[in-house]
Structure formats: C-alpha cells, structure tokens
C-alpha cells in the first residue's frame, strides 16, 4: 500500500512508479531524428544570415548603385531593428498560450512564408531612383523582424525538447553542425551563382540582378524546406509556464549575473567575428585583388568551421568551456594578423582561411552551447520563477544583432569617408588601410575585450556539475509527487 503523507516508494509492489519513471526518461531521450529534424530548423537562419552579411554590402554598393552613405543607413537600421524586436518577440513568445502543436511551433509555421517573400523582395532591385532606399529599408526591417518571429522559438525550442542537460547539449551539438552546414550552403549558393558577376570591372548590370534573384529564389525553397522538416519532425514538450509583466521580465532576466556576464562577453566577440564577416569579401577582392577567387575563399572558411565542430564538441567536454573559449577565439588571432602582413598570395590566403576557420567554428558552437547552463543556474536559483527561456534567448540576440548593426554601419561608413568607388576597378589606398583595420585590428581588440571579461564569468565545470545535480533532484521530487498523486486517483 501507498501512504497520502509519505512519499511513494519504489518497490516491486509499486509497480505503477516503476511503469512512471520509465515512461518520464523516455520522454526526455531525443532519437537521432529527433535530434537531426531540430538542427535542420537552424539552416534558414545561418543560410539567411551568411548571405546577407557577407555580400548585402557588396549588393547595395555595385549592384543597386547606392552611395555607402545611404548603404550604412540601410545597413544600421535593418540591424538596430531587429535587435529591437528580439525582446519584444521574446516577450510575446513567454506570454503565447500553449496549443495542440506547441508554444514555440506556431510562430515558425506562421512566419515562414511572409520571411521568404520579403527575403526575395530585398534582393530585387526597383525600377526606381526615388524612394529606392525606403523600399530596401522597409523589407530589410520586414524580414528581420519575421526572421526573428522563426529564430526566437526556435532557439527558445532547445529548452523544450527535453529536461536532461545532456539531451539538450547534444542536441544543440547537432544543430550548429548544421547551422555551419547552413552557412556553407548560403556562401556557395550566394557566392557561386553571383561571385564572377561581383567583380567591379565587368559589364552588364541586368545580368548582375538576375543572379542575385536567381540566387535569393534558391535560398527560398531551402528556407521552406527546412521549416518544413522542423515542423513535422520534433514534438515540443509541454512545460510549466507564468506569465510575468514584461519589465518584471526583463529585470529577472538581466539581474542574473552569469547571464549578464556572458551576453558581455560573446557581445564583444560577436563584434569581432561580425565585422570580419562584413567586410572580408570588399577585403578580398579589393584589398588583396582576388576579384574572381573571394567567394571560393569564404567558401573554404565556412567548410573549415564545419569539420571543426566535432573537434569543438569534443574540446569542450574534455576540458570545459570557458577553455574552449580563449583556445578556439585565440586560436583566429595569428590568421587575422597573417592575412593583412603576408603579401598578396592566393594559396597562402587558401590556407590561412582554413586554418582561420577552425577558430570561427568555436564562434558558432560555445555560445549556444553555454546558454542552456545560465538557464540552468537560473532555475537552481529561483525555482518558483518560470516561462523566461525566450526572454533568455531573445536578450542574448538582441544583444549580437545590435553590435551587428552597429559594425556594419560604422564600417560602411568608413569606407565611404575613405572615398569608397562604387564599381571601381581600384580602390584609393585610404580603402585599402580601411578595410585592413576593419578585418584585423578591430576584430582582435573586440575579441580580447570578450575574452578579459570571461575570465570572471563564474559557471564552470563545477559549479554546472551541481546545477545538474539539483535540477535532478527537483525533478525526482516532482516525479516522486505526479507518482503519488497518480496513484492515490487509483485508489479512490
């Protein structure tokens, strides 16, 4: 028999217990599917993004012909808009009610097919002068913010697939194997089909624009497919959700100290790796002269960063990953250095991008992989506060995004007040020392800024090893009452 007061007891006699506790740790296994249809909701937004920075800039300068001025405004407000939505959304997200399909589904299913068609809509060039800059400020800003109605859910999913740390770590593994899969896929599809027409010298603008169309229609499908294969391949688990006042949110929120902490740190680093990726194809084909070569050279980073995150998965359980850190952001400081000193060599340029992109692949899987532990440390310490994972989520992208923002701007800026040519066969020499301190120096004092900061960032192995374990414990207890309360229903 079962006791009301005491706590159930497993037992051969308690059969109904042993029949629960198996059911909860198969619930909270993932399957390799499972596992696998969840990272493939990560591509649309890699795909999406690694297009857009790498070759947005490029677009709007020689292609729609817009004074870098003007491309810095776009640039900046697109960006600053998007990181101004990631909360708002995170907050709309926290307070959805629960439906048959989930919380976070629905936004990535309603979403969709409005971000595609914006998506398109950016890479079209108007067959007008005036008002050509609202037109593509109006659907860059439309597609972020549904970008961000897909990726705050979608990232904030991670939390709800299931309640064991080490599914959730594994499955955020696979999802930036192919997050890093997905920006491959955006930097060949964008780089291949429009690379030769990128070259400044070559003629025939009505060409240019049908490449760049023909190349955003092709990461449309994909960006279906892959929401489709989301959608029908992971089951959202239901979990305790209330509802708080958005402010009382956000001061939960920012109050944690580790997760203030950490958004600092990737908010610096974020900054380095985003104008690196912002301005190295002008860099390449300007700067160093590979006109016809630069995209097959983001192409071998973007291939390098993919065969590198088993490495990193790897590092990071042998030796934690606050190491994983400083190794993979310091490992990509020699390679910056290199890349602007060495004179202008297409191999050399081959390998130091190889050897660039192991320490990029670190950039791609550390700070989605240290999250869920701030989560964690979170519910250790304030277990009756609950429904905040998007909020979590959406701050730490608001966050990246407006530093994004700010880069891009600032560096178009720059190059204009350098006397940047649009489709120019050669650039003045102040472009040429621009976009050198914009790839290099500037990267590498962002990074060790993040990287001085880490250093009193107070989760680490240990104290993540008790966080585990306390949260292990407050879900036996549950488990221990939901037994009790089952059974009792029995017996009445």
């Known amino acids: 028999s079962v006791s009301v007061t005491g706590s159930a007891q497993f037992s051969p006699d308690n059969p109904l217990l042993l029949v629960f506790l198996f059911q909860h740790e198969h619930r909270n296994r993932l399957s390799v599917c499972n596992k696998i249809c969840y990272a493939i909701g ?40 998007d990181a101004v ?44 002068e005036t008002g050509k800059v609202i037109w593509y400020i109006f659907f860059y800003c439309l597609f972020q913010s549904l970008q961000t109605c897909f990726h705050v859910p979608y990232s904030a999913l991670t939390m709800f ?64 497919l892959c929401a489709g294969v989301l959608f029908c391949g992971v089951k959202e688990q239901k979990g305790l959700v209330t509802a708080h006042a958005f402010f009382q949110g ?14 600092v740190v990737f908010l610096f680093t974020s900054l380095g790796f985003m104008l690196l990726e912002g301005n190295f194809a002008l ?21 390098s960063a993919t065969l590198a995150i088993p490495f990193w998965q790897w590092f990071l359980t042998r030796f934690g990953k606050k190491t994983a850190v400083y190794v ?48 964690d440390d979170f519910k250790v310490q304030n277990p009756e506060s609950t429904g905040h994972e998007a909020l979590f989520y959406s701050f730490y992208v608001f966050f990246t995004k407006f530093a994004s923002g700010v880069s891009l701007g600032v560096s178009t800026l720059s190059l204009d007040f350098a006397g940047y040519i649009s489709r120019g066969c050669s650039q003045p020499k102040e472009v040429d020392l621009t976009l050198k301190l ?16 880490l250093y009193s960032y107070p989760i680490d192995e240990k104290r993540r090893q008790y966080n585990n374990k306390m949260l292990q414990e407050m879900r036996d207890s549950e488990a221990d009452s939901e037994s009790e309360t089952t059974e009792i229903s029995n017996m009445i």
């Not at 956000?250 to 958004?263: C, D, E, N, T, W």
């Not at 860099?283 to 291939?303: A, E, K």
Request: aromatic share 12%.
């Open 161 to 224: 697939l299931s309640s064991e740390q080490a599914e959730r770590d594994s499955a955020t593994a696979y999802r930036m194997t192919v997050e890093v899969l997905g920006t491959v896929l955006g930097t060949a599809i964008q780089g291949q089909i429009v690379g030769m027409a990128n070259a400044p010298c070559l003629p025939g603008p009505g060409e240019i624009k049908a490449a760049y169309m023909i190349a955003s229609g092709v990461i449309c499908l994909i960006y279906i």
């Open 283 to 303: 860099f390449c084909s300007s700067t160093l002269g590979f006109r016809n070569d630069f995209q097959n050279i983001l192409l071998v980073i973007m291939l």
């Open 42 to 81: 990560g591509a649309p937004y890699q795909i999406t993004g690694c297009a857009l920075g790498f070759f947005l800039q490029l677009y709007l300068l020689d292609v729609a012909q817009l004074d870098p001025f003007y491309a810095s405004i776009i640039l900046f407000v697109g960006r600053a808009w």
């Open 250 to 263: 956000i001061r939960l929120v920012m109050g944690h100290g580790p997760y203030a902490k950490l958004v």
């Open 85 to 128: 939505t990631d909360p708002t959304v995170g907050f709309l997200v926290s307070r959805s009610p629960w439906t048959r399909i989930g919380r976070m589904l629905p936004w990535i299913l309603i979403s969709t097919p409005l971000a595609v068609l914006s998506y398109f809509l950016i890479w079209y060039v108007p067959p007008f």
């Open 328 to 375: 993979g952001s310091c490992s990509v400081v020699p390679f910056l250095i290199m890349v602007v000193c060495i004179k202008s060599n297409l191999y050399v340029t081959y390998v130091v991008s190889f050897v660039a992109g192991i320490g990029v692949a670190s950039a791609f899987l550390l700070p989605w992989s240290m999250l869920p532990d701030v989560l």
């Open 438 to 453: 914009l790839v290099s120096a500037a990267p590498i004092a962002f990074m060790l800024i993040g990287l001085a900061i």
